[in-house]
């Protein structure tokens, strides 16, 4: 085939074999150790009112590929002859940011290598004139290959919609639905859904316990910071009994960010793409902020230098937040409880003894917190009241029994990673698994 080309799948021949994921991981079995390929099956409790198909699914090669836009290692790179997204190991950091990032599940994180793998689009095969091993072996034509300036084809359910463009062609099924001569009631239909639908579980914040501490960690020294700048220039809040401190505290944070990483050696790495990646922009705002944290240490007397910090780390908080926004595919105005921008804020009117900023920092938060635990009880998960009450004891009651100051803060911190630890606990990142729970979810 000359040109880029894409997959073709007829949904009405895909009988869920996973030949395809058994000849993709024969063909590459040196370099891969998880599936780069998967069959989701759509409605796999063959409820009457709703379809049963298969997706067969592995990385799509979009046009415009999420994981080569938002790695901020620049460890993949596009082909332009066939249109493949390859991933280069040597670049990767084993950040998982284009596991996030990818609403189709494509990059696989191989925690014993600790870096990412993916489909390769068989490029030696193509360069044979051959098809790639999962469309060759597929015993009844349902994956095929094509020209990419095809047919695209309509998104089936299940599939996550994006603007990246994925290089794949769908063939709807030619099967109808059976009508049924005596259809279930719709609430009894509502509740099976409710009771035999398995909800993919969400992201795992035991796992990422690194994360946790350092962006509680990072907006606690921005709020230090902050605090100084605020108090007639000096470099050290009175709460600190000497600079050293705060410098041991910025390397903690810069140690607790390369612990989430496969290749700890390779953190340089972050900081090459700056111009698409968030998270390259947060280590370089991280990095700036305890550049003139450490300088601001050494030269009190430079006029300024100690705003420049503070800012430089609000700036640095603002892109924390903007990493998981872009993740999970949310605006900019889709507010958090945890986010690190208001932890920094909340912190930061606690600590300079300023009411009105830490009053409306605080009260923004507490509504957040409220309303998002009032909506998983209207969707019928557990709010977990004991944590939620330490978490509105130590994070608002205290501080403001304590009328501000270290401990009001440090009450403060404690309740920020009580929430910091539930927002991860409760990231749920696009993909065809949960798609298809959103798809087949009653309305």
């Given at each position: 085939m000359s040109g880029p080309g894409q997959f073709r799948l007829d949904l009405g021949r895909c009988t869920g074999c996973e030949t395809c994921v058994l000849a993709c991981r024969m063909a590459h079995r040196p370099a891969q150790s998880l599936a780069w390929r998967r069959v989701h099956t759509f409605n796999t409790l063959g409820l009457p009112d709703l379809p049963v198909f298969h997706l067969s699914l592995a990385c799509h090669h979009c046009r415009q590929p999420a994981c080569l836009e938002h790695c901020p290692a620049g460890a993949y790179r596009q082909d332009p002859a066939t249109g493949a997204v390859i991933h280069q190991p040597e670049r990767c950091l084993g950040c998982r940011y284009c596991t996030w990032v990818c609403p189709h599940d494509a990059p696989k994180f191989d925690p014993d290598r600790g870096e990412v793998a993916k489909c390769g689009f068989c490029l030696e095969r193509q360069a044979q004139?051959?098809?790639?091993?999962?469309?060759?072996?597929?015993?009844?034509?349902?994956?095929?290959?094509?020209?990419?300036?095809?047919?695209?084809?309509?998104?089936?359910?299940?599939?996550?919609?994006?603007?990246?463009?994925?290089?794949?062609?769908?063939?709807?099924?030619?099967?109808?639905?059976?009508?049924?001569?005596?259809?279930?009631?719709?609430?009894?239909?509502?509740?099976c859904r409710r009771a035999l639908l398995r909800v993919p579980e969400p992201f795992s914040a035991r796992g990422e316990w690194a994360l946790v501490a350092f962006t509680t960690t990072l907006a606690a020294l921005v709020a230090v910071v902050a605090t100084a700048a605020a108090r007639a220039g000096r470099v050290l809040p009175a709460p600190l009994p000497h600079p050293g401190l705060l410098l041991w505290a910025g390397a903690l944070c810069l140690a607790l960010s390369a612990c989430?990483?496969?290749?700890?050696?390779?953190?340089?790495?972050?900081?090459?793409?700056?111009?698409?990646?968030?998270?390259?922009?947060?280590?370089?705002?991280?990095?700036?902020?305890?550049?003139?944290?450490?300088?601001?240490?050494g030269l009190p007397r430079v006029p300024g230098l100690t705003w420049a910090a503070a800012a430089a780390g609000f700036a640095a908080l603002f892109a924390v937040d903007r990493v998981y926004q872009v993740a999970l595919r949310t605006s900019r105005l889709d507010f958090h409880s945890a986010h690190a921008l208001f932890n920094g804020l909340y912190l930061t009117g606690l600590l300079a003894g300023c009411w009105p900023l830490a009053l409306a920092a605080g009260a923004l938060k507490a509504s957040l917190y409220l309303g998002r635990k009032a909506h998983f009880r209207r969707c019928g998960r557990l709010p977990r009241p004991a944590l939620s009450l330490l978490r509105i004891l130590l994070g608002f009651v205290l501080p403001a029994l304590a009328f501000g100051g270290g401990w009001a803060a440090l009450a403060a911190v404690l309740g920020d990673l009580v929430d910091r630890w539930e927002f991860y606990g409760e990231l749920s990142f696009p993909s065809p698994e949960r798609q298809i729970a959103l798809d087949l979810a009653p309305d």
């Amino acid at each position: 085939m000359s040109g880029p080309g894409q997959f073709r799948l007829d949904l009405g021949r895909c009988t869920g074999c996973e030949t395809c994921v058994l000849a993709c991981r024969m063909a590459h079995r040196p370099a891969q150790s998880l599936a780069w390929r998967r069959v989701h099956t759509f409605n796999t409790l063959g409820l009457p009112d709703l379809p049963v198909f298969h997706l067969s699914l592995a990385c799509h090669h979009c046009r415009q590929p999420a994981c080569l836009e938002h790695c901020p290692a620049g460890a993949y790179r596009q082909d332009p002859a066939t249109g493949a997204v390859i991933h280069q190991p040597e670049r990767c950091l084993g950040c998982r940011y284009c596991t996030w990032v990818c609403p189709h599940d494509a990059p696989k994180f191989d925690p014993d290598r600790g870096e990412v793998a993916k489909c390769g689009f068989c490029l030696e095969r193509q360069a044979q004139g051959l098809e790639p091993a999962c469309v060759a072996h597929c015993p009844v034509q349902a994956l095929g290959f094509e020209p990419r300036d095809g047919l695209t084809g309509g998104l089936p359910p299940g599939f996550p919609a994006s603007r990246m463009g994925p290089a794949i062609h769908f063939v709807p099924g030619r099967r109808p639905l059976p009508v049924l001569s005596a259809p279930p009631e719709p609430r009894l239909l509502a509740r099976c859904r409710r009771a035999l639908l398995r909800v993919p579980e969400p992201f795992s914040a035991r796992g990422e316990w690194a994360l946790v501490a350092f962006t509680t960690t990072l907006a606690a020294l921005v709020a230090v910071v902050a605090t100084a700048a605020a108090r007639a220039g000096r470099v050290l809040p009175a709460p600190l009994p000497h600079p050293g401190l705060l410098l041991w505290a910025g390397a903690l944070c810069l140690a607790l960010s390369a612990c989430h990483l496969g290749h700890p050696g390779r953190a340089w790495r972050a900081l090459g793409n700056l111009r698409g990646s968030w998270l390259s922009r947060e280590v370089a705002l991280v990095l700036m902020f305890l550049g003139l944290v450490a300088a601001g240490t050494g030269l009190p007397r430079v006029p300024g230098l100690t705003w420049a910090a503070a800012a430089a780390g609000f700036a640095a908080l603002f892109a924390v937040d903007r990493v998981y926004q872009v993740a999970l595919r949310t605006s900019r105005l889709d507010f958090h409880s945890a986010h690190a921008l208001f932890n920094g804020l909340y912190l930061t009117g606690l600590l300079a003894g300023c009411w009105p900023l830490a009053l409306a920092a605080g009260a923004l938060k507490a509504s957040l917190y409220l309303g998002r635990k009032a909506h998983f009880r209207r969707c019928g998960r557990l709010p977990r009241p004991a944590l939620s009450l330490l978490r509105i004891l130590l994070g608002f009651v205290l501080p403001a029994l304590a009328f501000g100051g270290g401990w009001a803060a440090l009450a403060a911190v404690l309740g920020d990673l009580v929430d910091r630890w539930e927002f991860y606990g409760e990231l749920s990142f696009p993909s065809p698994e949960r798609q298809i729970a959103l798809d087949l979810a009653p309305d």
